[in-house]
């Protein structure tokens, strides 16, 4: 799931499901946390669009023609 088709790790797809681990764990904590400790929504809004231009970046990579 990480490497591609040659056998290189694609640093895209890493940064991809690192950053959606961190937000379902920060969902998951968010639950039963109280509001007071909850990260910022900028915080948690900028690795969201990581994640979805990780993926996105991975499909045009996949994709394209080269």
Do not use: Q
């Not at 790790?9 to 909850?38: C, E, P, Q, W, Y």
Request: net charge negative; aromatic share 8%; charged share 15%.
């Amino acid at each position: 799931m990480i490497s591609s088709k040659d056998g290189d790790i694609s640093h895209k797809r890493v940064l991809g499901s690192i950053g959606f681990l961190a937000l379902v764990a920060t969902m998951v904590a968010n639950s039963f946390s109280s509001i007071d400790i909850a990260p910022s929504p900028e915080l948690v809004s900028a690795v969201e669009y990581l994640v979805m231009s990780t993926v996105f970046g991975s499909v045009l990579e996949k994709f394209a023609n080269k």
